[in-house]
């Protein structure tokens, strides 16, 4: 897309036209108490080379971390090509064009991440993707409620065991329409939810059951038993996932004997780079009886008039250009330039890749888990199968050894004493493929010395 | 120009009501509103045993190019909603007044101040409206 700028005497005889003075007068209706008028502490504008400068100052300060933390965003190794791609003119755009005639390649580029994300979560249908894996938790939870129209009770129960931040984000998107998000308890022991606490719920009135694979601990859940008391118990459920997981994990359109009814989750570790706080980008698929509630934008491949295939948006009567206020969410569009990213990085990497990168991610865990544990006072909370990361309980404190080990350029994992005080002083690590052998001891080695004790081996 | 049964009673906002002859009320959408929104791919119908009240939105009728909601012109609970339409929404394009209908409801006599139109009134409307 081709960026067209207005000159003064284009913007003057807009203006004049509508018949308003100023561009400013367009902004009457929010209220002067709302406005900003100066940003304290924000120097005025600088040049190009001033602000270029002052950035790779900042981010130098950044340094080269050797990263353990993972906790809902991942370090993954991306194939140069998958920026290079995704940064050309023709689609690197904060705006995603999608009109069909405008927009073949776009919307070829929606559809094969859709076919992408839907094969890899076995589910009938996906979507072009959603703000982040947060939002389209928020997302399928509200989905739930509009597609389960015997349940009356918008009561979804979300275990303790599903990322927190994700939890809260789900808990202040939904509670202004009524729903009501119950946590549901883990083991301590397994670092898993207990199959046997959904007894309680038996024959109640509940919407969904959200499960997160493997969980924020990286445990795996027992999602077959969990789908099949939800099933049994007339509840939908809601899967939550990491799509790079999927290469191993039984994906769950596979769950208990029929499947979730909803799958979400974040692609961020397709492709896109760890960033303070993103941006990411979200992603969700459904079984065909649920797609007129499934919210975002779907691209379908159909023929022109001369027969040949072509791409454009389908489904649009959910969104809210056209159902206004009744639309299945306010959020009617999709994360475009990062899905492109994903889609490309998929495609390069392939499932014998995506296999292997999942398998090495294992395998340097494990070897993590193995080289930490073998220091006194540090061992592994949680017995069980796992994916990439794992809770470690530690003899003191995390917070002053993450500071430590940070001073030294490490990255030692995610404190969970905030979220999790149960556990007592824990560490979630995680390593995936871009961890060597050598990171690794290099991690284990500057952890044995913080805690003061020679090496065990 | 569209079909106008005269043995039914229209709304403004193109639903009909046909009472049956054990006191429940049929209700659908007029030919002229399924010609206006063309050709119909999804019918979403009340599930038996919900309550609505006069003006409540029951029903969603989508076609390619719009989703429109169906409002109950009358209070009652319904007793069964068209369940062919989940596989064939076309039944309303083709037979709106029969084959076609989208709920059936026993009526609380809530009127809800819904003006009711006969078929001289009501083809007035859709000719007034052009």
Redesign the interface.
């Known amino acids: 897309m081709p960026y067209i700028p207005h000159t003064s005497e284009d913007v003057r005889a807009m203006l004049d036209r509508i018949g308003v003075k100023a561009i400013d007068d367009l902004f009457d209706e929010i209220p002067k108490a709302l406005r900003v008028d100066s940003l304290p502490g924000v120097p005025a504008a600088l040049s190009e080379m001033e602000v270029a400068r002052l950035v790779a100052m900042r981010a130098a300060t950044d340094g080269r971390p050797l990263n353990f933390i993972g906790a809902g965003a991942y370090e993954h190794h991306i194939p140069a090509p998958v920026w290079a791609l995704t940064t050309r003119g023709e689609i690197y755009s904060a705006y995603t064009p999608y009109q069909a005639e405008a927009s073949q390649g776009t919307l070829q580029i929606m559809y094969e991440f859709q076919s992408m994300i839907a094969g890899l979560t076995a589910m009938d249908v996906s979507n072009a993707s959603l703000y982040d894996g947060a939002s389209a938790l928020a997302e399928a939870c509200l989905m739930a409620v509009r597609a389960h129209?015997?349940s009356k009770s918008a009561r979804i129960l979300v275990p303790t065991t599903v990322n927190p931040t994700w939890r809260r984000v789900a808990s202040v998107i939904t509670e202004g329409q009524g729903l009501v998000l119950e946590e549901l308890p883990y083991s301590t022991d397994q670092g898993t939810t207990i199959p046997q606490a959904l007894a309680r719920y038996d024959g109640q009135d509940i919407t969904a059951l959200v499960i997160q694979q493997p969980n924020f601990f990286g445990q795996l859940e027992d999602v077959d038993a969990l789908s099949r008391w939800a099933r049994a118990n007339g509840t939908l459920i809601i899967a939550v996932v990491n799509p790079v997981s999927l290469a191993l994990l039984a994906p769950p359109g596979e769950w208990g004997d029929a499947g979730a009814d909803i799958a979400c989750g974040e692609a961020q570790p397709l492709g896109v780079p760890l960033s303070s706080g993103g941006p990411y980008v979200g992603f969700m698929t459904t079984r065909t009886e649920h797609v007129?509630q499934m919210p975002g934008r779907i691209a379908g491949r159909t023929v022109d008039l001369d027969g040949k295939p072509g791409f454009t948006l389908t489904l649009q009567?959910?969104e809210q250009h056209?159902?206004r206020g009744?639309a299945t969410s306010n959020i009617c569009t999709n994360q475009g330039l990062l899905m492109t990213a994903a889609t490309i990085h998929l495609a390069l990497l392939g499932p014998v890749g995506l296999e292997r990168v999942a398998s090495a991610c294992v395998a340097r865990t494990r070897e993590l888990v193995s080289a930490l544990c073998g220091i006194p006072g540090v061992r592994a909370a949680f017995a069980g199968p796992r994916f990439h990361e794992a809770v470690l309980l530690l003899d003191r404190p995390a917070a002053p050894l993450l500071e430590s080990l940070a001073a030294e350029g490490i990255i030692g994992g995610y404190d969970l004493s905030r979220n999790f005080p149960e556990l007592g002083p824990a560490l979630l690590i995680c390593a995936t493929e871009t961890r060597t052998t050598e990171d690794i001891a290099t991690y284990a080695r500057a952890l044995d010395r913080l805690l003061g004790r020679a090496v065990a081996a | 120009m569209s079909k106008i049964p005269g043995d039914l009673r229209y709304t403004k906002s193109h639903e009909w009501l046909r009472t049956l002859p054990d006191g429940s009320i049929e209700i659908g959408i007029s030919d002229h509103a399924q010609a206006a929104l063309g050709d119909l791919?999804?019918v979403?119908v009340p599930?038996a045993g919900r309550t609505l009240s006069a003006g409540d939105?029951c029903a969603v009728v989508?076609?390619?190019?719009?989703?429109s909601?169906v409002y109950s012109p009358v209070g009652g609970e319904v007793i069964a909603g068209n369940d062919q339409l989940a596989t064939k929404p076309e039944l309303i394009n083709a037979d709106p007044y029969g084959q076609g209908w989208i709920l059936r409801m026993r009526p609380t006599g809530d009127r809800g101040g819904a003006e009711l139109l006969d078929a001289t009134a009501y083809a007035a409307e859709v000719a007034a409206a052009g």
């Open positions: 129209r015997r007129r009567a959910r056209i159902r009744k | 791919v999804f979403e599930e939105a989508e076609s390619v190019k719009a989703a909601d």
